[in-house]
């Protein structure tokens, strides 16, 4: 609560702000809650892609078929799935 720090989600770049944030409301968690298991562990790729496209069509109101297309985007981007598509 008293950081100034804000760390991103490994797999999806989400800001995590709070301890919620991060998967099982661990603050050292390396990955956010939607991209990794409770234990931290993080998802499979076509689970995480599913999970952010699911976020972008409830926050961003995309249709289901372009989110998972700027999910598949996003991913490619980050650092935990660097070499894989
Ligand atoms: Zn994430």
């Known amino acids: 609560m008293t950081t100034e720090l804000c760390r991103s989600c490994g797999s999806c770049g989400f800001p995590m702000r709070t301890p919620d944030d991060h998967a ?3 603050p050292d968690a390396e990955y956010c809650s939607t991209c ?3 234990s931290g562990t993080l998802k499979p790729y076509d689970e995480v892609v599913q999970a952010n496209a699911d976020y972008l069509v409830r926050e961003q109101g995309v249709d289901l078929h372009a989110a998972r297309t700027m999910a598949r985007a996003l991913l490619a981007s980050m650092p935990a799935w660097q070499g894989r598509r």
Do not use: K, L, Q, S
Request: no cysteine.
């Open 24 to 26: 099982g409301g661990d």
């Open 36 to 38: 990794a298991e409770a």
